[in-house]
């Protein structure tokens, strides 16, 4: 079975600080996607990220980065310099690399970014 | 890119009554649907998945007499809320995947359902 864990509820930072967002996920499977998506209050998923289990290299993109390390089972997301449009809850998932799996998600991290 | 619209986006009922929500792929064929119910403050639940041409798969412990979904078409997907009540008072989104199995799912903006 998959499992998704974001140990971190809520996280309060102020504007320019940076702050990480874990997450530790477990899987039987050798092939698997994770992924990161973001809810603002309007509460559409926003899509940030997705990496397959192959692909260990790190991501930026722009004030985001992401450190994938299959030895911990970790795929964690950094945002640098911090914005108050960056409050939102933040959901890490993780699916099977079959053709219909499913996406597990995690609890989320609901950030808020105060001026 | 890819849209998945869901409609509407939301709707108040009075207990008892049934309510569908829809969602499309818009610029693209899903075969395959999935359908998530989301409480307030909390995470995405899987309810099912849909697939076109044949039964859904619900997920342990949704009522599929409850919850009914049609795939009827590639780009159509419904879920209907059958005799609502108030604690099926939720935030539901559905999510659709590309034909091809690519790992990469795409939501709707979601449907906020309150039962009165």
């Known amino acids: 079975a998959q499992k998704v864990t974001q140990a971190q509820t809520e996280i309060s930072v102020v504007e320019k600080e940076d702050v990480t967002l874990d997450c530790v996920y477990e899987t039987r499977d050798t092939t698997y996607y994770l992924f990161w998506y973001k809810q603002p209050p309007s509460g559409e998923l926003v899509f940030l990220i997705r990496r397959n289990s192959f692909d260990e290299q790190n991501e930026i993109s722009g004030r985001y980065s992401w450190n994938f390390q299959k030895s911990t089972s970790s795929f964690n997301f950094t945002i640098t310099a911090s914005q108050v449009v960056d409050s939102a809850v933040y959901f890490c998932a993780l699916s099977e690399g079959k053709a219909n799996s499913k996406l597990t998600f995690g609890k989320g991290i609901t950030l808020s970014v105060r001026p | 890119g890819a849209v998945v619209s869901q409609h509407p986006s939301w709707v108040i009922c009075k207990s008892g009554t049934s309510v569908k929500i829809e969602c499309r792929s818009l610029?693209?064929?899903?075969?395959?649907m999935f359908w998530y119910r989301q409480f307030p403050k909390q995470s995405l639940m899987l309810m099912a998945t849909?697939?076109?041409?044949?039964?859904?798969?619900?997920e342990q412990g949704v009522e599929k007499d409850k919850f009914l979904i049609n795939h009827a078409s590639l780009t159509l997907s419904t879920l209907t809320v059958t005799s609502a009540h108030p604690e099926d008072s939720s935030f539901y989104i559905c999510?659709?995947?590309?034909?091809?199995?690519?790992?990469?799912?795409?939501f709707g903006e979601g449907s906020r359902l309150t039962v009165l």
């Open positions: 849909s697939n076109e041409g044949s039964k859904a798969t619900y």
């Open positions: 610029d693209f064929q899903a075969t395959t």
């Open positions: 999510s659709a995947r590309l034909r091809v199995a690519t790992g990469e799912l795409f």
